[in-house]
């Protein structure tokens, strides 16, 4: 064990000097024990991380204390908490085991900030690779749930990964540690429990040799998904393009794909949007105006292109321009405000600077999001118009069209910002003074 141990994190590259520094997220069941003997055998620098979930009463607590006289034996540091796991299922709509794993992760990622540690070792070892394999089956991933529990991720490493468990519980013995039984293990309620205790014994009598075969396939499947991966990274520089927080996606080199569905999904999958989504968003993907939501996302079907957005959180919001202001900050823009002489002011050729008749306007000047019934006269014409027909005739996404704002003086639009400005407070032969309005990221 102790061999193919310090085997497996050279070939993995887990541990990259002698003084590299690991916090080991230690329970107190035999995998985490056997991890922080392996730690102390190999004379490499650790500490002790627990997390008590408040789910076991007593026998939760009797495991805190083992953890705490272990790493004393060990005279490593010994850091721990207590959750109430059970409040943030419910408040966060998870389950039990979605709460304590995010709980779990954010304490050790504060640990290391505070105290420097290089990496997380977590005890996963290879019993644990196969649970997740059919989990992630059953369940409906894609294609890198097959790829199982990878040896690092990020600051976390598994150093485990070779072993089989009955392999760590034969060392432990050979060793005589001793360790905590969690009595949730038997729990057939956890999706986890379930695979473990009664699925794969049941595969087993299928194919006893159930631990290889898999191994061998997660391996081929993990190739298999880096080049993929490629080929996904070829294909989001040619259809990909991000603009003020929207992401377009060329729609024409995708829906004609034998491909579609899947290279769709691992597009969009980041956003939240479901397998069965995209396989109705390419039925209908011609079909321009159309959207489709995920919990924070909209996606918006336009002419040749999807565009994705994070959906609006921020409400109605009004600002005052004085006469005396000079730059205001307004939804992730700045304003800034000059006067001229119009006997020296060039017109300049932008969509983003407003050139106003000073003497036209009435202070102070709001600006707002546009709303349905807005209307003005745009620069060149002598009728009026309505906003969201000048919008549609410029032919703006409406994923565009939900951050139009616009400037108003005495409740007369003046500024349709970045498209046009209103007729009646042009520059012209007779004006004085020029007041630009200059819209631009900061």
């Keep these: 064990m102790f061999t193919s141990f ?44 627990h997390c008590n979930f408040n789910l076991r009463g007593a026998e939760a607590d009797g495991e805190t204390a083992f953890v705490q006289a272990l790493a004393a034996s060990y005279e490593v540091p010994f850091y721990t908490t207590r959750f109430d796991t059970k409040t943030f299922a419910h408040n966060h709509k998870v389950s039990i085991q979605m709460a304590a794993r995010s709980l779990r ?23 644990d690779v196969m649970e997740t394999i059919l989990l992630n089956f ?30 760590i519980i034969h060392y432990a013995a050979e060793q005589k540690l001793h360790w905590e039984e969690d009595s949730s293990n038997q729990c057939n309620h956890y999706q986890r429990n379930f695979i473990r205790n009664k699925v794969i014994p049941l595969l087993h009598q ?42 377009y996606l060329s729609i024409h080199p995708i829906i004609d794909q034998p ?24 039925k209908t993907t011609r079909t321009s105006g159309k959207m489709i939501h995920s919990t924070e996302h909209t996606l918006y079907i336009d002419r040749k292109n999807w565009l994705v957005s994070k959906k609006k959180t921020e409400p109605f919001l009004e600002q005052v321009i004085a006469d005396t202001t000079r730059s ?58 309505k906003i969201s027909d000048l919008l ?31 007729e009646r407070f042009k520059v012209n032969e007779t004006t004085e003074m020029v007041y630009e309005i200059t819209w631009t990221k900061p």
């Design 6 to 49: 310090l085997q497996f994190l050279a070939d993995k590259k887990l541990i990259v000097d002698s003084h590299q520094t690991t916090l080991l997220a230690v329970s107190g069941g035999v995998d985490s024990v056997v991890l922080c003997h392996l730690f102390k055998k190999a004379c490499l620098p650790f500490a002790i991380a």
């Design 105 to 127: 992760y954010e304490f050790f990622d504060k640990l290391l900030e505070q105290y420097g540690w290089d990496k997380i070792a977590t005890a996963h070892h290879w019993d």
């Design 138 to 167: 059953i369940k409906g991933t894609g294609i890198k749930g097959f790829y199982g529990i990878q040896p690092m991720h990020h600051q976390v490493i598994r150093p485990l990964l070779f072993a089989r468990k009955k392999e």
């Design 206 to 247: 299928v194919n006893p040799n159930l631990a290889s075969t898999m191994q061998t396939t997660a391996i081929q499947l993990k190739d298999i998904g880096n080049l993929f991966d490629n080929h996904m990274d070829q294909i989001k520089k040619k259809v990909s393009s991000f603009k003020e927080g929207i992401h």
């Design 259 to 282: 491909w579609a569905t899947t290279v769709t999904f691992e597009l969009l999958r980041p956003y939240g949007f479901s397998f069965k989504q995209i396989k109705q968003l390419l």
């Design 328 to 385: 205001i900050p307004y939804r992730n823009h700045l304003l800034y405000f000059h006067c001229y002489k119009n006997a020296n002011y060039i017109l300049k050729k932008t969509t983003m600077i407003a050139a106003l008749d000073y003497d036209k306007l009435q202070f102070p000047l709001i600006i707002r999001p546009w709303q349905l019934g807005d209307f003005f006269y745009p620069l060149g014409m002598k009728g009026r118009k």
């Design 392 to 422: 549609i005739d410029l032919k703006i996404p409406i994923a565009i069209k939900e951050r139009v704002c616009i400037i108003t003086s005495n409740d007369q639009i003046v500024w349709v910002i970045g498209h046009r400005i209103d």
